[in-house]
């Protein structure tokens, strides 16, 4: 894979992500860890005056791909691009050390496979009677108390007047941790007036793979993905999980120099909407019932910096009478989620983690809720090591109690901690 010296060259080096970075600010404080100082090392790789040595795949490492430095950027600098095209590199190029290899490959191998994943949860209960060494001991610990075997119909049909018809992706994680997530956002659509396709036969989007360098297995994930849909025949694609509504948005992109497929997928990437913008741009219809709750808020990374939405959700949550939404401290910055960050990096990780709890807490709300499930995760982790679980809920499991009528009480006792 090549690093592009043109959006290398774009870069201006004024410092302006680093406040926004977390692994310059709350973690290390040091210039190649922020994305002005990878840029640097991304320069000397592509003219060969900085080695691909251990030290260098480090920093890079490091990073989370939170893209916060995207938003900051006056320049319009592509460090999304170019953090991508640099770990397709490292991959290409570059020998891990034995423990770090297996840990990846077992992450890959485990994370877009549903059923190897349904598998893995269940044993997850021995691990913690039987200490896990090292980071298998992570994925142990961050496995959460909760599983969802909901999943919806193949086809939903809209309530009331026809509005369009839309596609869910059902994601790989999603599908096996929240699977009530996929089910209530099908009943909010379908109030709110949309025919939901869900394809039986739709796999894993590619994000895992794309975000962590192996770019071929991601690229072959997006063209299944884009058939499953193709066949589907949906007016707009659907994703509750903003990592992978990024990069299903990124398709025509990544495709673009695919004669065969650059078309189908700028015409499969112009459709994909997360489901909080596609509620907020078609408007309300569905009565919605008081739901009494203070909700901190959390701004996901893939949400606010890679897709550049931010008003959605909060519209969409603003319509449920009764529900008051808090802000937490720091929403430019990362919970430590990051897709595998949080198991191939898991001290910075927690640490990240726990100072997001500690702002969600710091609001005092009923419900901690964000639209990712990296994002829920993580942040339930942190508000379990500090002793202060908190139920936990998508946006669009808050619009669907509304809608269905569910009570404050009943929604908080049935919600995961």
Known sequence: MTIDRELIADCIHCGFCLPTCPTYGPLWQEEMDSPRGRIYLMDGLVSGTVPLSATTVEHFDRCLGCMACVTSCPSGVRYDILIEQTRAHIEEHFERE?????????????????????????????????????RLGTLVELAPPWRSTEAPSELTPAQATRRGR?????????????????????????????????????????????????????????????????WAEVDHVVSNAAGCGSNLKDYAHLLAGDSAWAARAADFSARVRDVTELLAAAGRRAERHELRLRVAFQDSCHLAHAQGIR???????????????????????????????????????????????????????????????????????????AGRPLPTLHPVELIDASIRGVEAGELLASARR
Request: aromatic share 6%; hydrophobic share 45%.
């Open 166 to 230: 839309v596609g869910l992706l059902t994601g790989c994680v999603q599908r096996v941790l929240f699977g009530d997530v996929n089910t209530a956002t099908v009943r909010v659509l379908a109030a709110e007036g949309f025919e939901v396709v869900a394809p039986k036969w739709q796999g894993c989007c590619g994000a895992l793979h794309i975000h962590g360098g192996r770019r071929p297995d991601g690229l072959e994930r997006a063209r299944r993905t884009i058939e499953a849909f193709e």
């Open 98 to 134: 034995p423990g770090d290899w297996a840990l990846r490959s077992l992450v890959y191998a485990l994370f877009p496979h549903p059923r190897r994943l349904r598998a893995a949860l269940a044993l997850a209960p021995l691990g913690r009677l039987v200490p896990a060494p090292g």
């Open 311 to 385: 008003d959605a959700p909060r519209a969409a949550l603003a319509t449920i009478p009764g529900l008051e939404l808090a802000e937490p401290a720091e929403q430019a910055i990362c919970c430590g989620s990051a897709g595998i960050y949080n198991i191939v990096k898991p001290g910075p990780a927690a640490e990240l983690g726990a100072r997001k709890a500690a702002h969600v807490l710091a609001v005092d709300p009923d419900v901690y809720s964000s639209a990712n499930p990296g994002c829920l995760i993580q942040v339930s982790a942190g508000l379990r090591r």
